[in-house]
Every structure is written in C-alpha cells, then in structure tokens.
T-cell receptor, first 111, second 113 residues
Framework: KQEVTQIPAALSVPEGENLVLNCSFT??????LQWFRQDPGKGLTSLLL?????REQTSGRLNASLDKSSGRSTLYIAASQPGDSATYLC??????????FGKGTSLLVTP | NAGVTQTPKFRILKIGQSMTLQCTQD?????MYWYRQDPGMGLKLIYY???????DKGEVPNGYNVSRSTTEDFPLRLELAAPSQTSVYFC????????????FGPGTRLTVT
C-alpha cells in the first residue's frame, strides 16, 4: 500500500524567504504526483502536476521536482509572501485512478 | 466552466438520519471521486467511478453508497448517519487516462450529532 509522508508537518517563515516542502512515498511505480494548496475551510487547488517521466514542473514562484527512484518530491516556493500561508498537500497516483494523499504541511508566512 | 460543484456546503445530521451529498462537474470528465478529510489527516477515498453506470469502492466505503447515472453527476448517499461520519467531504473529477489532473469541489462539511 502506498504511504505518503510530508515533512515538516508545520513551518513558519518570515516573508521573503525561499522554502522547501518535502514529500516522500514508498512505492515508486507511480503515474504522476500532484501538489495542492488548501486554505482553511476551503477546497483543494491544484498547483502542479508532475508526470512520472518528468523531473520538474514550474509555475510562477513554485517549482516542484520528482525523483521517482528515491521516492521523493519537493515543492520549492521562492520569495514567500503572507498570501502563501496555507496547507500544502502532496498526492501520488500509482493506481491509474485515485490519489494517495499525505497529511500536509501547514505553512505560515509572517510579515 | 463552473468546474466541480457540491451541495450543500454545510449540514448537521442527527444519528440515524440519511442524506445525499450532491456533486456535479461540467468538464465532461469520465472519472469522479468522493474523498473524506478528517482533522490532521490526509484525504481518504470513499468511492470512485470511471464512467456512467460504473462505480467501485475505495479505502473507506462502509456506511456510504453511490450511483452514477450520468457523466455529470455523482451523488454520495449516507444511510443511518453515525458520529464517525463527521468529516469534510470532497468530490473530484478528472479526464480519461491514467495521468490526468484531478480537480476538486469546495467540499461539504458534515456534522453528525
């Protein structure tokens, strides 16, 4: 059974810092990996989708990398802003249909 | 496009009552899903569907039922609600194929007392 772990569980940084969120998974036979953002009391917003054949994807200040062989992905956020404060979820697709989610990293960016 | 919509946004049920959570998507996606999210936990899959008329159980299906009569709609039925079903429920969809991006609805917050 695929296990997805996100470290750290919570993170607080001052505005302007670059930061890295980590995601690890136990079964490297994946189709893709998706990073989501969740604001309190809200739904999930897709940030980046990395296919198994890709090494990284970029969108604005966000860069996600994937190392299938080691079972790791990172989400890099450049020049963090208070508006980046949210919970970030990593989800792995290794069945071809549903996602396996980590428990998330709660990020607080302070002014 | 509205994407994935869910109703209601909030609901309080008494133990033993029943209700249906509605989910509709307007992206013509074949795959639809129901997840639940408990505090401090990741999302867990309840049921999914790969197309109209086809549904299958996920990780935590007990106490729930689904149907998929059209491509657009995927309702989740709770029979005999229990406090353990207090959770936030998310519906999601994606296009055909094994590598598509999943899109989520805004969620339904359900409390069973």
């Amino acid at each position: 059974k695929q296990e997805v772990t996100q470290i750290p569980a919570a993170l607080s940084v001052p505005e302007g810092e670059n930061l890295v969120l980590n995601c690890s998974f136990t079964d490297s036979a994946i189709y893709n990996l998706q990073w989501f953002r969740q604001d309190p009391g809200k739904g999930l917003t897709s940030l980046l989708l990395i296919q198994s054949s890709q090494r990284e994807q970029t969108s604005g200040r966000l860069n996600a990398s994937l190392d299938k062989s080691s079972g790791r992905s990172t989400l890099y956020i450049a020049a963090s802003q208070p508006g980046d404060s949210a919970t970030y979820l990593c989800a792995v697709n290794n069945s071809g249909y549903a996602l396996n989610f980590g428990k998330g990293t709660s990020l607080l960016v302070t002014p | 496009n509205a994407g994935v919509t869910q109703t209601p946004k909030f609901r309080i049920l008494k133990i033993g009552q029943s209700m249906t959570l509605q989910c509709t998507q307007d992206m013509n996606h074949n795959y639809m899903y129901w997840y639940r999210q408990d505090p401090g936990m990741g999302l867990k899959l309840i049921y999914y569907s790969v197309g109209a008329g086809i549904t299958d159980k996920g990780e935590v299906p007990n106490g729930y039922n689904v149907s998929r009569s059209t491509t657009e709609d995927f309702p989740l039925r709770l029979e005999l609600a229990a406090p353990s079903q207090t959770s936030v429920y998310f519906c999601a969809s994606r296009s055909r194929g094994q590598s598509g991006e999943q899109y989520f609805g805004p969620g339904t917050r359900l409390t069973v007392t």
